[in-house]
């Protein structure tokens, strides 16, 4: 009986001793700090020219990650971006951001800063014209400024979203119903209508391509059409608003499929054609100028369920026509833009993953 009295009285001490918060930041800290060691000995090696197979999170990874209320915090920074600043507090707010960013100020349209009065016209500044020429003598150019983190042919129904790293063109995209507003030149056997893919390409002698193109916080915020084509459908999917910075790219597969995003579809000369903005941490509020139905980020929503929208009606197939370089939306900080389309085989990307681009230039020649 002495003993577990003793037993009872050291355990409430330990008990007593030991300190949840602590422990908690000792663990958590713990864990950043060893995940953060294992990225910098993969840089070490990439340097080196050795490549690196990418660390993908795990399920209960990606779980604890979208339990953080990315939404919610999303929702109260565009509110605060809409906050009109003091006069006198322009110029130090606008210029920190400007040189923790490396934003070029000389290429916007208006470069006093006191002109921007709260951070989100800051953040939608336009560029003056002439800084942006659009290539006239290819048919696909860069629809925004960015980093390219990956492009190619879409292979297996799966595109990468960074080299190594993939998702479901079928899971980014959804059913495909609403490709009856596109012709459908290719015959397909009644028996075997093929993969999704397939269903997509519409034309002989053609394959499905893809290019994604990641904006950081310092790039001009706006994104354009990225060639001639007719856009006959918008579906809006509700989701996760995690970062989709390179690195996070390269650590959850399937990024791009767990986010909120807008996938605008339609065709161009050569075929089917989409765009999808993705959204991202404090990037909640997508917008697309000629619809003025579209409402992101939500405070509820249905996991899993999208919404489907068509520009093209039972009575004029036409839809909304966009010209190559015309103004197509926006985005309230950094986010991605993924490309996907048919071209004939012979098409050839003009690209290393990596580099930088600017809204205009080419994407790829045939």
Same mark, same amino acid.
């Given at each position: 009986m002495d003993t577990l009295r003793l037993f009872s009285k050291g355990f409430l001490g330990l008990q007593a001793r030991v300190r949840p918060l602590p422990l908690l930041i000792a663990t958590g800290g713990g864990y950043v700090g060893y995940n953060q060691y294992g990225h910098y000995k993969d840089r070490q090696l990439e340097k080196l020219g050795i490549e690196v197979q990418p660390r993908i999170a795990n399920g209960f990874q990606v779980t604890i990650y979208k339990s953080i209320p990315t939404r919610l915090l999303s929702r109260a920074w565009g509110r605060l971006n809409q906050v009109d600043l003091p006069t006198w507090l322009r110029k130090p707010i606008f210029r920190l951001y400007i040189w923790t960013f490396g934003v070029n100020m000389k290429e916007?349209?208006?470069?006093?800063?006191?002109?921007?009065?709260?951070l989100g016209e800051f953040f939608r500044r336009k560029l003056k014209p002439q800084v942006r020429p659009v290539c006239d003598s290819h048919c696909v150019i860069s629809p925004a400024d960015g980093k390219i983190l990956h492009f190619g042919r879409v292979k297996n129904c799966e595109v990468e979203q960074v080299k190594g790293v993939t998702y479901s063109l079928e899971t980014f995209l959804g059913p495909h119903n609403w490709t009856e507003n596109l012709?459908?030149?290719r015959s397909l056997d009644e028996d075997d209508p093929g993969t999704y893919q397939d269903a997509l390409v519409t034309k002989e002698g053609n394959e499905l391509f893809h290019c994604v193109v990641y904006l950081a916080p310092g790039d001009y915020h706006c994104f354009h059409s990225p060639t001639d084509w007719r856009v006959a459908h918008r579906r809006h999917f509700p989701g996760s608003l995690m970062s989709v910075n390179p690195g996070v790219a390269r650590w959850i597969?399937?990024? #791009?499929?767990?986010?909120?995003?807008?996938?605008?579809?339609? =065709?161009?000369?050569?075929?089917?054609?989409?765009?999808?903005?993705?959204?991202?941490?404090?990037?909640?509020?997508?917008?697309?100028? #000629?619809?003025? =139905?579209?409402?992101?980020n939500n405070p509820r929503y249905n996991k899993g369920s999208f919404n489907d929208f068509k520009y093209a009606s039972n009575?004029?197939?036409?839809?909304?026509?966009?010209?190559?370089? =015309?103004?197509?939306?926006?985005?309230?900080?950094?986010?991605?833009?993924?490309?996907? #389309? =048919?071209?004939?085989?012979?098409?050839? #990307?003009?690209?290393?993953?990596?580099?930088?681009?600017?809204?205009?230039?080419?994407?790829?020649?045939?």
């Open positions: 916007a349209a208006i470069e006093d800063l006191q002109h921007y009065r709260n012709p459908a030149n597969k399937e990024l #791009f499929c767990h986010n909120e995003r807008v996938v605008l579809s339609g =065709e161009w000369t050569h075929g089917f054609f989409s765009l999808t903005a993705v959204g991202a941490t404090n990037v909640g509020s997508i917008r697309i100028y #000629f619809d003025k =139905e579209l409402r992101t009575n004029s197939q036409e839809g909304v026509s966009m010209r190559k370089g =015309e103004h197509l939306g926006e985005f309230n900080l950094g986010s991605t833009i993924v490309l996907l #389309f =048919e071209a004939p085989r012979d098409f050839t #990307f003009n690209l290393k993953a990596g580099q930088k681009i600017h809204f205009g230039e080419p994407l790829g020649t045939m």
